[in-house]
């Protein structure tokens, strides 16, 4: 059993970081814009003529087309000044974030913008570390560290994966294939969680439970763990997080699925977002 004192020094160590990552100029909290393209050419820019209204750059950034293959390319308006992975060009192929790939990047000003793939559809997602959700930002709220929270639950593996179903804020359905569940007690109760991967080395899971929709966020919350060892996995629930949806508008968060709704109070985490909308 880790000493209560531990617990709580990681457990802020882990916090810190968790802040890091998102106040970053390219964290989170630095979205300004999320459009879906649609085929052919998209113009972009400030300017209220444009297909794409941003809230920062130039007034005409150029045009984004989306081509009959499916690839997507940009070509800058003059005078822009923006360059394509740190590289001043007038017109490039812009790679997608599809299979996990990093994407290419348009950098003007503050800004950044690239493609993503989402439900087979392409999208512009830009950020501004000017944004005013990153200055403005008002910091994260927990629960008291409670070590009881801190859970090693019993690992079932599942064979075949459970494929489990997710909804997203922007209304898609994305499947995930469930490696096994964690099964835990608490006050007499048991519960369950399925987790995916999201990385080989680690279990990623989206939970919600009675203090969804009050004092926490009422789409869940999400939690990172390590792998199982014999038998066994760790859940500390003192880490659990809020989804990027809390933040940004601009966020394509998985929601919550009904085989991870708990019956269960969760005073532990990440509370919701005092500067939320």
């Given at each position: 059993m880790t000493d209560p004192s531990t617990h709580a020094r990681e457990?802020?160590?882990?916090?810190?970081?968790?802040?890091?990552?998102?106040?970053?100029?390219?964290?989170?909290?630095?979205?300004?814009?999320?459009?879906?393209?649609k085929e052919g050419a998209n113009r972009?820019?400030?300017?209220?003529?444009?297909?794409?209204?941003?809230?920062?750059?130039?007034?005409?950034?150029?045009?984004?087309?989306?081509?009959?293959?499916?690839?997507?390319?940009?070509?800058?308006?003059?005078?822009?000044?923006?360059?394509?992975?740190?590289?001043?060009?007038?017109?490039?192929t812009l790679l997608d974030d599809?299979?996990?790939?990093?994407?290419?990047?348009?950098?003007?000003?503050?800004?950044?913008?690239?493609?993503?793939?989402?439900?087979?559809?392409?999208?512009?997602?830009?950020?501004?570390?000017?944004?005013?959700?990153r200055i403005d930002f008002r910091g994260l709220d927990y629960f008291p560290v409670d070590s009881t929270w801190r859970v090693?639950?019993?690992?079932?593996?599942?064979?075949?994966?459970?494929?489990?179903?997710?909804?997203?804020?922007?209304?898609?359905?994305?499947?995930?294939?469930?490696?096994?569940?964690?099964?835990?007690?608490?006050?007499g109760k048991t519960h369950e969680l399925y987790p995916y991967h999201e990385t080989p080395d680690a279990l990623f899971f989206i939970f919600g439970d009675l203090t969804s929709g009050k004092e926490t966020y009422g789409a869940g919350r999400f939690l990172d763990t390590g792998l199982p060892v014999d038998g066994k996995l760790v859940l500390d629930f003192n880490l659990a997080r809020n989804p990027p949806c809390v933040f940004t508008p601009y966020a394509t968060c998985q929601l919550a699925p009904p085989e991870n709704r708990l019956d269960v109070r969760v005073e532990a985490g990440e509370l919701t977002y005092r500067g939320g909308r």
């Open positions: 457990v802020d160590e882990a916090r810190a970081a968790r802040l890091a990552l998102l106040t970053a100029p390219g964290g989170w909290l630095s979205l300004i814009a999320f459009e879906w393209l972009i820019g400030s300017a209220s003529h444009n297909d794409i209204v941003l809230t920062a750059g130039p007034a005409e950034l150029g045009v984004v087309t989306l081509q009959d293959d499916g690839s997507t390319t940009i070509t800058f308006a003059p005078g822009s000044d923006a360059r394509v992975d740190g590289v001043e060009v007038p017109r490039a599809a299979g996990g790939r990093m994407p290419s990047e348009v950098q003007f000003g503050s800004a950044r913008l690239f493609v993503i793939q989402r439900d087979g559809r392409k999208a512009l997602r830009v950020r501004d570390e000017a944004a005013p959700t090693v639950a019993d690992w079932v593996p599942f064979d075949p994966p459970y494929e489990l179903e997710l909804g997203t804020a922007i209304g898609t359905i994305e499947k995930e294939l469930v490696p096994g569940k964690a099964v835990f007690t608490r006050d």
